[in-house]
């Protein structure tokens, strides 16, 4: 303000109210200011006033690398954070860099409120940033802990899988759960709950994974190691069926001839033609909305008892799951949307 100032030949004080909006300048000295401005690169630094009223406006974000749920989730938060007139601030946990320096960097950047997105951290942890700031996990339970949380019925989720499975005709169903990952757990024991309704319980089959390609990779070749293939498998998310699918095509396995394959999270690669893979939707714009309403509101209101956002889930059916070899084609049942098949890479 000071180069602006000596620019046009008036004091400081004058420059600041009219960045402010202030009545005390005429307009012929307004535009002065302005254009001065214009001309030296200066803009006003909005944080700095938001902090000198002992606000920043700004919604800290934690993510995990290479996660592209998580990608879809924050393409939803801007416009809704922008839309109340908040900021967003990203910092993201990778190898060599945990979640509890990911979330410390935010609230050194002075953010008001946080969005966890898929957090590992257990409930003491996640109690004790509650207690801090106003924060919001999304894709996990946190019941017993002072936050908000933000996720999908994963229970209704899994039930559609089994039961769109069953229906084509497969039996030998097995699931590659994601391990320690947010709704992991969730997934799992629906998993096998659905299987027992259907009178199933002795093809019941969980083989170790996680949310990542590395595990679909693993539990393909696991498969293709053993006297025969299961006739479709429930991957712990799109990553896992990804690295599953592409372990089964270069060995030359039919994907859905010989084995089906079944998603979980509908993020935008299983949309792609040559992946077309049949998965769980969980909206990522609703529950981008419904995380900064919620750390908004608690901002608004730091009293107001921890709050839970439980959205349905929707199985779309693509061309990655179809009746086993030995079974006639059904019907897709009501309560599932199939899409128009891509062309599977390699078929």
Do not use: W
């Amino acid at each position: 303000m000071a180069d602006v100032a000596k620019r046009v030949g008036v004091s400081r004080a004058l420059v600041s109210l009219v960045f402010r909006n202030q009545p005390g300048a005429g307009e012929e000295t307004r535009q002065r200011v302005l254009r001065a401005a214009d001309e030296l690169g200066y803009r006003p630094d909005s944080a700095a006033r938001l902090l000198a009223r002992g606000r920043s406006r700004t919604i800290g974000v934690m993510l995990t690398v290479h996660q592209t749920f998580q990608a879809d989730l924050v393409e939803g938060i801007y416009p809704e954070a922008e839309r109340l007139g908040y900021d967003v601030l990203l910092s993201a946990s990778a190898p060599g860099r945990d979640e509890r320096k990911a979330v410390e960097a935010l609230l050194s950047h002075r953010c008001e409120a946080l969005i966890l997105l898929g957090p590992h951290a257990d409930l003491p942890r996640l109690d004790e940033l509650g207690q801090r700031s106003a924060v919001v996990v999304v894709g996990r339970r946190a019941r017993g802990a002072r936050v908000d949380s933000v996720h999908t019925a994963e229970g209704k989720g899994v039930n559609q899988v089994v039961n769109h499975l069953v229906e084509l005709g497969h039996r030998r169903i097995v699931h590659v759960d994601g391990g320690k990952e947010p709704g992991a757990a969730e997934r799992r024991r629906a998993y096998r709950a659905a299987m027992r309704r259907h009178k199933l319980t002795e093809e019941i089959r969980v083989v170790p994974g996680a949310h990542n390609e590395d595990a679909g990779i693993a539990a393909g070749r696991l498969f293709l190691s053993e006297e025969r293939l299961p006739t479709a498998v429930f991957a712990g998310n799109d990553r896992c069926a990804m690295g599953l699918l592409h372990t089964l095509d270069r060995a030359g396995i039919d994907v859905p001839g010989e084995v089906s394959v079944v998603g979980y999270d509908d993020s935008h690669l299983s949309h792609l033609s040559h992946i077309d893979l049949s998965t769980v939707r969980q909206d990522a714009v609703r529950m981008a909305e419904h995380a900064v309403r919620f750390v908004v509101e608690r901002l608004d209101d730091g009293t107001l008892a921890p709050r839970e956002a439980v959205l349905d889930p929707k199985l779309v059916v693509r061309g990655t799951s179809a009746a086993p070899p030995s079974a006639p084609r059904a019907a897709v049942p009501d309560d599932c949307h199939r899409t128009p098949r891509g062309r599977r890479a390699g078929h």
